[in-house]
RNA sequence: GCCGCCUUAGCUCAGUUGGUUAGAGCGCUAGAUUGUGGCUCUAGAGGUCCUCAGUUCGAACCUGAGAGGUGGUACCA
């Protein structure tokens, strides 16, 4: 008794099947954002998928479990390999590659999937897109400037004018500089202020007092261990966070107040007024690009500015809840990364959009209105002594430039309409023995027939009636089925 | 990773204190309609009741473990 194996048709999670209208919405987003990066003079680079995996490795959060986090296999020569998480290492290891042979400053944009093996939640997925800018080579807050002002015209790019989203930038320099001055120990004691200030805008104010001191617990019940900060330091910390002023220039001089005095905080803040000028000059102003002491990201791998783009639109899931978005993009300054293959140290500033959160934001939003694939003219197959009549009809479609295909399964004349009507075809193009005899041709104009149709109720009326249908002679075929194509459209 | 909730047809969901052949709506396929997508009516196909183990004469239903999903939380290059 053999029993055959029968696979689950599944996807793993974490992983989706896009279609054509998705497709479509994710390829304008690349596109819009792509054209802003070569206006400023980045060209594009494709690298592989795979990476060596300790081309990649060190920079996992996890630096204890070495693959954690990513998809990794090993070669049939024994070393590992792995799936890119983002576009930026592999950048780092193409510049250290060919760094002799690049005009430097390197300035490169890529997009493309990337795979991060962890759990999956709402609008996070174990592959995703994004669309990646960087400088490599360029030690001037300028060139952080710069990303700032791409991502807030990329912003503009894919449809989310002022007023939607907003760059926030802050510099490590400044968060460094406030935690020597409030006397922090150690570098876990670091990374759990670090933590705290990242969740300004989930917890509040008083959520991070919590997180700094002994800890917090949640409403579920789970309790967060905190920094251990002493009262005063939280204090201090918390008046940094809240440093924050209607316009940049004001933010930079009550920063100063707050956090001026350690060295590296002066340099933050003198990198910051550079960035603040050349932004200016630039066009791009605090509602677009704002600086924000709240603003971390990763904690290992950034030294310098960092910079988020928010979505500040409301957005609602397919229940009516409102859904925080929030970042839909992010980048900063990096000068340790090509580092690792060199040795030598290399100032580096980068950003990503993430194409699929924009992509899931705009269509949360109500913008991205998921309009529907258009299918192509079907050619309804009536006679099959015909199929090559039915092929010629094609082809002449094709070379006008109009989607057309034959129906190819094997059905009757009724399925091949409900065919034609679940493409979404604009047209349906009928020859059988009636037509081929006069020489004529009908076409039946499916939008405008199911518009009639709302009219009739009478079975026998609907028949007769044809709606929508014309019949025309042989020789005006392109041209008649262009109207009604070129009405849809 | 941790905590809660959920899992029955393609989809949304009913389901008897544990008792024979597990249901509905929508969708799908087809007929009524010799050459027409809608409407109406009719018929048909489609189910390891998430998986495994246990309790029981008997489990979709009770118990345990696991998987998947979902909502928080942690992490996020």
Redesign the pocket.
Known sequence: MTETFRP?ARTP??FIDKRAADLRAERRIIEAVSAVYERYGFERLDTGAFEYADALGK???DSDRPNE??FALQDDDEQWMALR??L?APLARFSAQFWETLPKPFRRYAFGPVW?N?????GRFREFIQCDADTVGSSRPEADAEMIAMMAEGLEAVGLPQGQAVVKINNRKLLNGLLTTVGVQSEPQRLAVL?AVD?LD?LGADGVRYLLGEGRK?????F?PGAKLNAGAAERVLAFLGAGREDRGATLSNLADVIGGSVEGDEGLADLAKIDAALTRMGVDHDRAAFDPSIV?????YTGAVFEAELLLETRDEHGHAVRFGSVGGGGRYDDLVARFTGERQPATGFSFGVSRLAAALRAAGREAASDVRGPVVVIV?DPQAMGEYFAVAAELRAAGIAAEVYLGG?????Q??YA?RRLSPAAV?L????IAAGTV?I?D??L??AL?AG??D?RQ??ED????ATVPRAELVASVRRIVDAVS
Not at 118 to 122: A, F, I, L, N, V
Not at 411 to 415: E, R
């Open positions: 689950d999670r974490g920079f996992l959060p986090g990513v998480y983002d930026t991060r962890e759990k999956p939640g709402p933590r969740k989930r949640d409403e579920s019940g789970a967060t990201r990763g904690l290992e791998y009536f059905s009757g004349m009724k399925a309409m409900k009507d009928i059988g023995g009636d037509e009908t039946k499916l939008d027939g199911r149709a009739i109720t079975n609907w028949r044809r709606p929508g249908q």
